[in-house]
C-alpha cells in the first residue's frame, strides 16, 4: 500500500507508516486502539516509554521490535523486520537521521490514505 517506507540500516530492515487523521482527538483515538492489538500479537518482552509524552512507546517482542508515535494529527509507525533490541533500535533510527526524518514528513503528507486497520495489518505480514 501507498505510504509505507522500507529503510535498511546496515543488514536490519525497518518499515515505516504514518497515518493522517483529521485533528488530534482522532489521532489520540486510534492510538488508544492500536497499542492493545499491537501488545497482543505476540509475548511482549521489553517496553519504553517516553516520560515527556506517553504516546511514544517502544515495544520489543521475540519476531520484531516496534515504536508507535502520536504527533498531534497523525500516528507514526515503526516495526523491525526482524529481532532487535530496543537500544539496538534507537541506534538505529539515530543512524538514519536525515533520511528517516525526509521519509517521515514525505509520508505524512499523504493525508487521508491510511485508517487504523492498515496500521494494524502492518504488525502481522500475513494479512497483507
Known amino acids: 500500500p501507498q505510504g509505507r517506507r522500507c529503510v535498511h540500516v546496515g ?5 515505516i507508516e504514518v497515518a493522517a487523521f483529521d485533528d488530534y482527538r482522532q489521532a489520540l483515538h486510534h492510538y488508544f486502539l492500536i497499542v492493545p492489538e499491537i501488545q497482543e500479537s505476540a509475548p511482549l518482552l521489553e517496553v519504553k516509554y ?3 509524552d506517553w504516546t511514544n512507546a517502544l515495544m520489543r517482542f521475540e519476531p520484531f521490535t516496534v515504536q508507535l508515535v502520536r504527533e498531534v494529527d497523525k500516528i507514526r509507525l515503526i516495526k523491525s523486520h526482524q529481532p532487535v533490541s530496543i537500544a539496538r ?12 526524518f525526509y521519509w517521515i514528513l514525505y509520508l505524512a503528507g499523504l493525508k487521508n490514505i491510511f485508517r487504523r486497520p492498515l496500521l494494524v495489518s502492518f504488525i502481522n505480514p500475513m494479512q497483507i
Open 11 to 15: 543488514q536490519r530492515s525497518y518499515d
Open 50 to 52: 517516553d516520560f515527556m
Open 89 to 100: 533500535f534507537e541506534q538505529d533510527m539515530q543512524a538514519q537521521g536525515g533520511k528517516l
